[in-house]
């Protein structure tokens, strides 16, 4: 079974409107999530994760997301988008040895 | 280190060549993960290192794949008689457990000639 889903393959989204790129998880097992981004030919980089305490997880470059346990949901939240914020956006949970299980990705296009 | 370094950043191979890609990880971090991501996916597990022991490499899709890690800091992603399906980017990632943060390197995209 999939730890996490992303269900949608690419969000458009004017600049200046707020963003969410959206990831749900499978019940079973730890609810550890993480958030990366991916900009071309670049490696993933780190934006936010939820391990425990409080729903709402803040994170770098201004976003954050809520862990919501009766969704079974963290989707992934920026109140203003900015241009730079195109890039490919990958939901994640540790899966057995520590090792990543990624969504498939969400291509975000931010529209001036 | 700052960071996680791998080199080369881009590699091509010609069908059946060897390569191998290597991964310096943060100082520190006892665990280091190899994926590879091909295009338009996500990145998908290969194997895990705790220090210098390969505690997993159920990922790793055929026995031309070995990975090492001798001295428990650098690693180094052998391939062997390279195909054109093993076209992807192969990243490297570094972490302290299960709840920290893996660091991930910029990637190695490997192209099969």
């Known amino acids: 079974a999939q730890s996490v889903a992303q269900p949608e393959d690419q969000v458009n989204v004017a600049e200046g409107n707020p963003l969410t790129v959206k990831c749900t998880y499978s019940v079973s097992g730890n609810p550890y999530l993480f958030w990366y981004v991916q900009y071309p030919n670049r490696g993933l980089q780190f934006l936010l994760k939820?391990?425990?305490?409080?729903?709402l997880v803040k994170g770098s470059y201004g976003f954050e997301a809520e862990f919501n346990k009766s969704q079974t949901s963290f989707h992934l939240k920026k109140p203003s988008a900015l241009v730079s914020d195109s890039a490919l956006y990958f939901c994640?949970?540790?899966?057995?040895?520590?090792?990543?299980?990624f969504g498939k990705g969400n291509q975000v296009v931010v529209i001036p | 280190g700052a960071g996680v370094s791998q080199s080369p950043r881009y590699k091509v191979a010609k069908r059946g060549q060897d390569v191998a890609l290597r991964c310096d990880p943060i100082?520190?971090?006892?665990?280091l993960f190899w994926y590879q991501q091909a295009l338009g996916q996500g990145p998908e597990f290969l194997t895990y290192?705790?220090?210098?022991?390969?505690?997993?490499k159920s990922g790793l899709p055929s026995d031309r794949f070995f990975a090492e890690r001798p001295e428990g800091s650098v690693s180094t992603l052998k391939i062997q008689r390279t195909q054109q399906e093993d076209s992807a980017v192969y990243l490297c990632?570094?972490?302290?457990?299960?709840?920290?943060?893996?660091?991930f390197g910029p990637g190695t995209r490997l192209t099969v000639l």
């Open positions: 290192f705790q220090n210098e022991a390969q505690l997993d």
């Open positions: 990632a570094a972490s302290g457990s299960v709840t920290d943060t893996q660091y």
């Open positions: 100082s520190g971090h006892v665990s």
């Open positions: 939820y391990i425990t305490g409080d729903n």
């Open positions: 994640a949970r540790p899966h057995g040895n520590n090792r990543l299980a």
